[in-house]
C-alpha cells in the first residue's frame, strides 16, 4: 500500500450534518454506518433541527456503535439537532455558536387523548406491538 493509500485510510471521518435533519436522515445514518464500531469520527453541525425520530435514529447509531464522535457547532444546532450533538463523547462550540432549546412536541396522525395515551404506554411492547422474532432491545444508558 501507498503512503497515499495509507494516509487516506488512517483519516478520521468527517461529516457535515447541516439543514434540517429529516431531509439528509438515510445520507447521514450511511454516513454513520460507514464508520467501525468503536471508531472515531468528527460530525460538525449547522443544523436547525428536524424530525425528533431521526434524530433519536441518529443519537441510538453513536451510541449503541460505542462511536467516539466529536461534535462541533460551526453555526447552528438547534431543536433536534441538539440530540446526535449531545451523544458525542467530545463537544465544542465557537463564540459564535447558537445552540437553541425548546420542550419536546410529539405528534400523532389521530387525536389521541391523555388518557388514551397514558394507557398505552402502561402496556408491555408485547402486547402493543405482538411478537417478532429476532428482534432485540437495546437499553442505551
Known sequence: M???QQEHDDRIPEIA????LTEREAELTERLLEIEPG???TLYFDSPGGSPYCAMS????IRLRGLRATGIVTGECSS???WPFAACERRLVTA?????FHPMKWQSEESVGLAEAAEWARQPARKRYGRHPGRFVWHVA
Do not use: F
Not at 441518529?58 to 447509531?61: A, E, F, G, N, Q
Open 17 to 20: 450534518i447541516t439543514g434540517d
Open 96 to 100: 459564535y455558536s447558537i445552540l437553541l
Open 39 to 41: 471508531g472515531q469520527c
Open 58 to 61: 441518529l443519537m441510538t447509531l
Open 2 to 4: 501507498d503512503q497515499d
Open 80 to 82: 433536534a439537532a441538539l
